[in-house]
T-cell receptor, first 116, second 116 residues
Framework: NAGVTQTPKFQVLKTGQSMTLQCAQD?????MYWYRQDPGMGLRLIYYSASEGTTDKGEVPNGYNVSRLNKREFSLRLESAAPSQTSVYFC???????????????FGPGTRLTVL | AQKITQTQPGMFVQEKEAVTLDCTYD???????LFWYKQPSSGEMIFLIY??????QNATEGRYSLNFQKARKSANLVISASQLGDSAMYFC?????????????FGQGTILTVHP
């Protein structure tokens, strides 16, 4: 199992450009999430999808849109990138832990985005 | 109010000694989970340990243990016998079960440096 995969790993954009960050999981999880991490800070939730066909805003949704394409895939779109969106973006999915006793969040490797 | 507070921006420890990283939380949800993640300089999020609000015993995973004091709303991570490879950023996170659909709220992190 690949777990949670993200593409691309790195991206540089100019202000005003658009792009889509892709995320996929092969663990048959219902819930998926997009977080951003700014330098020296913890992760903050952008959007999440509790199940296929639903999406909801998190703490910092402005400037982003998401699509839950199917159960496996959850994409994050920046329509008009701004320097304030320079960050590391993590996708995650939530499912039963290896011990089977609690729900655990599984993270992708992250996408490092720079907006000039 | 901050839901997760990590008051130690940086901590230093001598190799082979134990270190405690502090985490306090705030929730009115009776059912919640607390997580610790390690983020090395390579950037990935590595799950370390979980404590559920109803768990009777403090969680342990190898050299990691969680000092859970429910009345004080604290969930400190204890790393025993520190190793050079433990140098990293450490995040405390909380999942509130009744309201969150599995999404996590993170603290700002503590940078741990292990000296030889």
């Amino acid at each position: 199992n690949a777990g949670v995969t993200q593409t691309p790993k790195f991206q540089v954009l100019k202000t005003g450009q658009s792009m889509t960050l892709q995320c996929a999981q092969d663990m048959n999880h219902n819930s998926m999430y997009w977080y951003r991490q700014d330098p020296g800070m913890g992760l903050r939730l952008i959007y999440y999808s509790a199940s296929e066909g639903t999406t909801d805003k998190g703490e910092v949704p402005n400037g982003y849109n998401v699509s839950r394409l199917n159960k496996r895939e959850f994409s994050l779109r920046l329509e008009s990138a701004a320097p304030s969106q320079t960050s590391v973006y993590f996708c995650a999915s939530s499912g039963v832990s290896r011990t089977g006793t609690y729900n655990e969040q599984f993270f992708g490797p992250g996408t490092r985005l720079t907006v000039l | 109010a901050q839901k997760i507070t990590q008051t130690q921006p940086g901590m230093f420890v001598q190799e082979k000694e134990a270190v405690t990283l502090d985490c306090t939380y705030d929730t009115s949800d009776p059912s919640y989970g607390l997580f610790w993640y390690k983020q090395p300089s390579s950037g990935e999020m590595i799950f370390l340990i979980y404590q559920g609000s109803y768990d009777q015993q403090n969680a342990t995973e190898g050299r990691y243990s969680l000092n859970f004091q429910k009345a004080r709303k604290s969930a400190n991570l204890v790393i025993s016998a520190s190793q050079l490879g433990d140098s990293a950023m450490y995040f405390c996170a909380m999942r509130e079960d009744l309201t969150s659909y599995g999404k996590l709220t993170f603290g700002q992190g503590t940078i741990l440096t292990v000296h030889p």
